[in-house]
């Protein structure tokens, strides 16, 4: 099995080219994640360490990667890991590894990204913040729906 999932924040803006096939045009976008190390740190404890992951989106993907992803947004992709390579102009034969984006979303709400230190955020929740939410942080159940109907006791 192939599968990926990564969460970082976009180190640039995504590098977006279209591509023509038989159906018409298809948006090819680029971008590189900065993930954090779990437990990563440098001998001096106070740097934390990341690596740095090559993706690439097709399609709808990468069209939402155009429209949607800045600089400094935190997202959360899966996807698969692709190895390819290619022979340079200096006639050296060069390997790469990209993961090849099949889902990507946001991973923190538009006020998180402009408390942040990215000011990159372009997301609108379609769900009210949790401080909108009830004082207890639950929501209210509406009138009329009986003790028997919820699926707790």
Do not use: W
């Not at 006020?111 to 909108?132: G, L, M, V």
């Amino acid at each position: 099995m192939n599968k990926v999932i990564l969460m970082g924040r976009l180190t640039r803006e995504p590098d977006i080219r279209y591509s023509q096939n038989a159906e018409g045009s298809m948006a090819v976008a680029r971008y590189t994640l900065a993930v954090d190390r779990r437990r990563g740190r440098n001998s001096d404890g106070n740097e934390q360490t990341a690596d740095f992951i090559s993706c690439v989106a097709f399609g709808r993907n990468g069209e939402f990667a155009e429209k949607y992803l800045h600089q400094g947004t935190k997202i959360a992709i899966t996807g698969r890991i692709q190895t390819g390579s290619y022979t340079n102009k200096d006639g050296q034969r060069v390997y790469t590894t990209d993961v090849v984006v099949e889902e990507q979303e946001f991973a923190e709400s538009k006020s998180a990204a402009a408390n942040s230190d990215s000011n990159y955020a372009a997301y609108t929740p379609s769900r009210p913040e949790p401080s909108q939410a009830a004082g207890d942080g639950f929501m209210n159940i509406p009138d009329g729906v009986d003790d028997e109907g919820l699926p707790f006791n």
